[in-house]
């Protein structure tokens, strides 16, 4: 594995590293946000109805609430209402003034879709008639959804497909931009090597990193040319020394092999030879 896979391959398993570390924080956030709501009362939020409908006694024969039924609706900022089953109000607590007091079963049937007017409200099946609570409108919002519950699990299966297929686009994306800057790179590292080791190279000009390639191409041309023009001014510099020390060695010779000069000059010229 050369210089260039490594430094690709760190770069891709870090960011892979990056992308889980990403997903385990959005898990953690998230687990934490709902958390906290849970601890700030946002689990109990929805109004207590059943709990409401419990604190509603019968007083002579008709409903009444008790002091904690009216601190729940109090605290909820609601009012409530009881209908008989001829639809007339048999008890209220805050009913605005512009609602009626008496309702067909039509009415009943429209606002049991959530909404009463433009007041969202909620309902419950007593004994003595129907428990409406209402709330201010824009406090609550109601909606009705109904589906089959044969679409509930196909539905699921499609969001954890759809996530785990973003999460392969997504890794897939990255790892294709890598391998396209790997393949853009791999020539610029591979010529700055060769320029370091001194061997001769040249790089296409062509492409987003054409300018580099460019670059490098002057660079490494100098460099050659630099050697060149020192390799050049040395064999110069060799051929001017060699020329004087081969006449000066062949004149040590001759005067190392003449007997009739003295033993010390011949000893002395006998030590360049």
């Not at 953690?28 to 059943?50: K, Q, R, W």
């Not at 089953?85 to 008496?102: A, F, M, S």
């Not at 020539?187 to 580099?212: D, Y």
Request: proline share 4%; glycine share 6%; with cysteine.
């Amino acid at each position: 594995m050369n210089t260039a896979e490594r430094f690709f391959r760190r770069y891709i398993f870090s960011t892979i590293r990056i992308i889980v570390l990403f997903l385990a924080v959005k898990v953690l956030l998230a687990g934490t946000f709902f958390f906290i709501a849970y601890l700030n009362g946002v689990a109990d939020s929805n109004f207590p109805i059943e709990d409401f409908s419990s604190h509603m006694t019968a007083l002579n024969g008709k409903p009444t609430a008790d002091t904690q039924a009216l601190e729940i609706l109090h605290h909820a900022n609601a009012w409530a209402m009881i209908l008989n089953d001829d639809g007339t109000v048999i008890w209220e607590n805050g009913l605005p003034e512009e609602l009626p007091r008496k309702y067909t079963a039509t009415d009943i049937a429209m606002f049991s879709r959530w909404y009463l007017d433009d007041y969202p409200v909620n309902i419950w099946k007593r004994a003595d008639g129907l428990l409406v609570i209402g709330f201010i409108p824009g406090s609550v919002f109601n909606h009705y959804i109904s589906t089959n519950t044969a679409y509930i699990g196909p539905f699921c299966i499609g969001i954890g497909i759809a996530f785990l297929i973003n999460i392969f686009l997504m890794l897939y994306l990255f790892v294709r931009g890598a391998h396209q800057v790997e393949k853009s790179m791999e020539p610029i590292l591979n010529g700055i090597q060769s320029l370091s080791q001194g061997k001769k190279f040249h790089l296409e000009e062509k492409g987003e990193l054409a300018e580099i390639n460019a670059g490098l191409n002057r660079a490494g041309e100098y460099l050659m040319k630099k050697d060149n023009t020192r390799a050049e001014w040395i064999r110069g510099i060799s051929h001017d020394v060699r020329t004087p020390l081969s006449i000066i060695y062949g004149y040590a010779c001759e005067i190392e092999d003449n007997a009739s000069l003295p033993f010390s000059v011949r000893k002395q010229a006998k030590a360049i030879c």
